[in-house]
């Protein structure tokens, strides 16, 4: 539908027909594009206003880009607790993610934590504390991001166990045939 009407649009100024303009036996004027009679006049329209369009923008290429950004930094992250493969206890409920970050943070990025590759933090802090963390294996990962979302780095990603206790509920007793 707004294909034809854009194309109606389009054309409608090369298809424009002329228009006349009468008066019927009750006095009602009438514009139209088929005259009725001869008494019909013909009616000269005002052009049509239209704006130009602006200039074309050029067209940058990838290499311009490139070359008008500095270079951009690349991190080295390491997730130095907890380390892989480690089995948190049970009486644990917290856990601690610290990191180490070589360079040094930049003003404008961010250290991105994630958890089984959800979400946990975006912090310029080189540890956290995931409080309750849930029971069972997770894996842990942190990603240096720039301002605009763009990857700077990521670390190994470091698996961790964590124990919880399981509270099962008694069976309910089977009844025995007498």
Known sequence: MRFFLLCLMLISPWMMADVYKSVDKNGRVIYTDNPKDEKAQKVELREINTVPGPPPVPQSTPADSFQSQPAAISYQIKIVSPRNDLIIPVGQ?????????????EDGH??????????????TQTNIIVKDAPRGIHTLAVEAIDADGRSLGTSAPVS??????IIKKAAPPVPTPK
């Open 110 to 123: 961010l250290l991105v934590y994630f958890m089984d590759g959800e979400l946990l933090e975006e912090t």
């Open 93 to 105: 409920r917290d856990l601690g993610i610290a990191i180490t970050v070589t360079p040094q943070l």
């Open 160 to 165: 961790v166990s964590l124990m919880r206790p």
